[in-house]
């Protein structure tokens, strides 16, 4: 305890990260809520390494617990079970020298209630990890123990064993950081600023993970943040310039940056206040412009229809895994069936604000085929003034590899994983007659 009038003992070096990242394992696993920085605390180096931890946690879960279930009799309560998946993460995947990582881990489960009492079990498992767990995680299957079951499952069922376990290990690489340029013409001069790769598809990817507001051409809007697969819906409406077009669930706004940037009369409407205003920050920033709307897609009508409308639908998410790997551990799992019904109901909806001859593109971040390809097919089924506008290979810089049999647009994580991987994406376009 400190003396009144006496200095505070400086913060041990590293405590406040471990701190932040066992806060967000805790709204994760516990609440089912989004990681967010607003339960972080310390300086932006820290918040970023809390996250780092989190993330390698939650990527890395399945085999951390099948770890710790090998020296434990039974699994303690969160948050001590947190602070050793925590410390198990820095000691078998991250190589925090084991000192650090059980000293600190030790220290985190002492500041929870009865955290004295837990400090030998953490203590004594951290020693037994740093010398036997490394052995033990390169025997593990880690593919399948980091998949939790109800996602295996439809990933087997959808696409066969072996590509969900392609999947899967894509997942346990992580993520790029990709950009989208707002002028294409000047990708190849941005992508040698940046030290960036310029992707078939036009899209920038850098080899490292900086900090994104720092790099050259932010403070100017040269360019946004938009995974390579994200960035394609957009591009299958050809020459958006002069058209009204209606980009329903907009935000966070890459899509509409993308149509704007195209010289289309954007409207952009989304549900979510706090998430629209981020999208008018960013076209603020890349000096665009859209007529921004917050209203939910179900009660709203436009006043006359568009030339093509693009549907970013809600789903799962599960495309997003390799960058969000906290999404298959909440809560066992996302109400698949209640999804694809309003995806249903807003594809219905959303082709009756298309001008005949005009384009609808219906597109979802997600893995899953009743949330992708069995989307399209049922569209078709309820709306004969509809046809389908299959994609060519090299549209758009495309790859067929990228294209179903139908001629639409999937991707997945085992994708390009020479290069860094994507994100999975469906999409389909199509045509009023």
């Known amino acids: 305890?400190?003396?009144?009038?006496?200095?505070?003992?400086?913060?041990?070096?590293?405590?406040?990260?471990?701190?932040?990242?066992?806060a967000l394992l805790i709204a994760v696993l516990d609440r089912s809520a989004m990681p967010?920085?607003?339960?972080?605390?310390?300086?932006?180096?820290?918040?970023?390494e809390a996250h780092g931890l989190a993330d390698l946690t939650l990527r890395r879960l399945g085999q951390i617990?099948?770890?710790?279930?090998?020296?434990?009799?039974?699994?303690?309560?969160?948050?001590?079970?947190?602070?050793?998946?925590?410390m198990a993460a820095e000691l078998v995947f991250a190589g925090t020298a084991p000192h650090a990582a059980v000293d600190l881990a030790v220290r985190l489960a002492r500041q929870g209630r009865g955290g004295a009492g837990v400090a030998g079990l953490v203590n004594a498992v951290g020693h037994r990890l740093a010398v036997e767990g490394p052995e033990i995680a390169a025997a593990q299957d880690s593919a399948r123990l980091n998949t939790p079951g109800w996602l295996w499952g439809r990933l087997s069922s959808d696409w066969g064993t072996a590509t969900a376990r392609a999947i899967a290990t894509a997942h346990l690489a992580g993520a790029t950081v990709d950009l989208t340029p707002r002028d294409p013409a000047g990708a190849e001069a941005l992508a040698a600023a940046l030290g960036a790769t310029l992707l078939p598809t036009g899209t920038l990817r850098l080899a490292l993970r900086p900090q994104i507001s720092a790099l050259p051409?932010?403070?100017?809007?040269?360019?946004?943040?938009?995974?390579?697969?994200?960035?394609?819906?957009?591009?299958?409406?050809?020459?958006?310039?002069?058209?009204?077009v209606l980009d329903l669930c907009a935000a966070p706004g890459g899509k509409t940056l993308q149509l704007a940037a195209a010289g289309a009369a954007v409207t952009?409407?989304?549900?979510?206040?706090?998430?629209?205003?981020?999208?008018?920050?960013?076209?603020?920033?890349?000096?665009?412009?859209?007529?921004?709307?917050?209203?939910?897609?179900?009660?709203?009508s436009p006043e006359?229809?568009?030339?093509?409308?693009?549907?970013?639908?809600?789903?799962?998410?599960?495309?997003?895994?390799?960058?969000?790997?906290?999404?298959?551990?909440r809560s066992g799992g996302p109400d698949v069936k209640g999804l694809a019904e309003l995806q249903s109901r807003l594809l219905d909806r959303a082709a009756a604000w298309v001008v005949p001859g005009g384009m609808l593109v219906f597109c979802t971040c997600s893995l899953l085929k009743v949330e992708g390809e069995d989307q399209a097919r049922g569209f078709l089924a309820r709306h004969e003034d509809f046809v389908r506008m299959p994609v060519a290979a090299g549209?758009?810089?495309?790859?067929a590899a990228f294209l179903t049999a139908q001629g639409d647009l999937r991707t997945r994580p085992d994708f390009w994983s020479d290069g860094g991987g994507i994100d999975g994406f469906f999409a389909a376009r199509f045509r009023r007659a």
């Open 304 to 329: 006359a229809p568009f030339d093509a409308v693009l549907l970013d639908a809600p789903c799962t998410a599960t495309g997003t895994i390799r960058r969000h790997p906290d999404l298959p551990w």
């Open 1 to 22: 305890m400190t003396r009144r009038g006496s200095r505070p003992e400086p913060e041990t070096p590293g405590l406040v990260a471990r701190q932040g990242a066992l």
């Open 217 to 244: 051409g932010f403070a100017e809007g040269a360019w946004w943040a938009q995974d390579a697969a994200a960035a394609l819906p957009a591009r299958l409406i050809h020459d958006p310039a002069g058209m009204r």
């Open 395 to 399: 549209e758009a810089g495309i790859p």
């Open 268 to 300: 952009a409407l989304d549900r979510s206040e706090g998430r629209m205003a981020r999208l008018s920050a960013n076209l603020a920033r890349t000096r665009l412009a859209a007529d921004c709307m917050v209203a939910d897609a179900l009660g709203w």
């Open 65 to 86: 617990d099948a770890l710790l279930d090998r020296f434990l009799l039974r699994m303690p309560r969160p948050p001590v079970l947190h602070v050793l998946r925590l």
């Open 36 to 48: 967010a920085d607003s339960v972080l605390a310390g300086t932006p180096a820290e918040r970023a």
